[in-house]
C-alpha cells in the first residue's frame, strides 16, 4: 500500500490540533506523515477501548509496521496500543506523556476546579495562562474556547468527577520521551520517572522551554530529535538484520565444513 504512510501523528482533540501543525510540518520533510484523529461526541460512551479497536482496524490494513507519536492523550492512546500490538509499531514517540500517562491537561484542569473557589470559566482562564504564560487578552480568549471545546470532544480518561489513572511501565517497542522542563503539566519528575522503565536505546529528550505544548513553539528542534530516533532505529534493525545474516551464512559454512 504505497498511501500508507511512515509515521502516523494520533490526535484525540480536535480543537487543539493546530499545535501539532508546526511539527507535522518539519517531519513532513522527512518522512510521509499521516494523521489519525478521534474525536468524541457527548452522546458516546467515554471509551478508550473503541479508539484503541479503531486504531487497529486502521494500521492493519498497511503492509509494514509503522512509527507512532503523539502529545498528551494522544500519546497515551499509542502507548497502549504499542503494548497490546507491537507487531505494528516500528517505534513510540510521546510528547507531554510522564511516567503517569493518564496526567494530561485536563487533570490539571479538573484538580483546579475542585480545589479552588472559581468558578469554571475562571479556572479554564488561569490553566490557559498557566500553560501558555503572558499572552495577549485576544490570544488567551481563543485558546480558551479551544480548551472548552476540548473539555466535551476529547478523549479522555478525566472527568469533574474520576481522576483515571495508569500502572507505570514501559514498552517492547523503540521509545523516545519529549518534554519540557518548564513544563507545569507535566513536570521534569513525571519525565524523569520513564528512566527506569527505558530499554537499550529509549531516549528521554528535554527541551529547556515551552511548556505542555512545547513542540508548538519549538517544532524545528523537536523535529530533529524525533527525526535522529527515527534514523537511529531505522540503522539498529538494518545492523541487527544483517547480523542475523551473517550468523546464518556462518552457521550454514560451518555445517559445509564439517
Known amino acids: ?39 468524541q461526541t457527548q452522546d458516546e460512551p467515554m471509551s478508550i477501548e473503541i479508539a484503541l479497536e479503531l486504531l487497529h482496524d486502521y494500521l492493519t490494513q498497511g503492509d509494514r509496521p509503522i ?5 498528551g492523550t494522544g500519546g497515551l492512546l499509542g502507548l497502549l496500543y504499542a503494548r497490546r500490538h507491537p507487531e505494528t ?19 490539571y484542569y479538573y484538580n483546579q476546579l475542585q480545589c479552588l473557589p472559581y468558578s469554571r470559566s475562571a479556572i479554564l482562564t488561569r490553566t490557559v495562562h498557566e500553560i501558555f504564560g503572558c499572552q495577549s487578552p485576544t490570544i488567551v480568549q481563543q485558546i480558551r474556547r479551544r480548551f472548552d471545546r476540548a473539555l466535551s470532544q476529547s ?18 517497542v523503540p521509545l523516545l520521551v519529549c518534554g519540557s522542563q518548564n513544563d507545569v503539566i507535566i513536570e521534569p519528575n513525571l519525565l524523569q520517572g520513564w528512566q527506569p522503565w527505558f530499554k537499550d536505546g529509549d531516549r528521554l529528550w528535554q527541551s529547556p522551554e515551552g511548556g505542555y505544548f512545547f513542540h508548538y513553539f519549538y517544532p524545528q528542534q523537536v523535529g ?8 537511529e532505529r531505522v540503522a539498529g534493525q538494518l545492523k541487527r538484520s544483517r547480523l542475523t545474516l551473517l550468523n546464518r551464512v556462518a552457521s550454514n559454512t560451518r555445517r559445509l565444513i564439517s
Request: glycine share 6%; with cysteine; aromatic share 10%.
Open 1 to 39: 500500500m504505497s498511501q500508507f504512510p511512515d509515521a502516523l501523528c494520533l490526535n484525540v482533540s480536535p480543537s487543539l490540533q493546530v499545535f501539532d501543525r508546526p511539527l507535522l510540518k518539519v517531519l513532513s520533510r522527512h518522512l510521509t506523515v499521516g494523521q489519525w484523529e478521534y474525536s
Open 67 to 71: 512509527h507512532l507519536l503523539g502529545h
Open 89 to 107: 509499531v516500528r517505534s513510540l514517540t510521546l510528547l507531554s506523556v510522564g511516567v503517569d500517562a493518564a496526567a494530561d491537561w485536563q487533570s
Open 155 to 172: 478523549l479522555s480518561l478525566h472527568t469533574l468527577y474520576q481522576q483515571g489513572r495508569l500502572f507505570p511501565g514501559g514498552v517492547p
Open 224 to 231: 530533529e530529535q524525533i527525526t535522529q530516533f527515527w534514523d
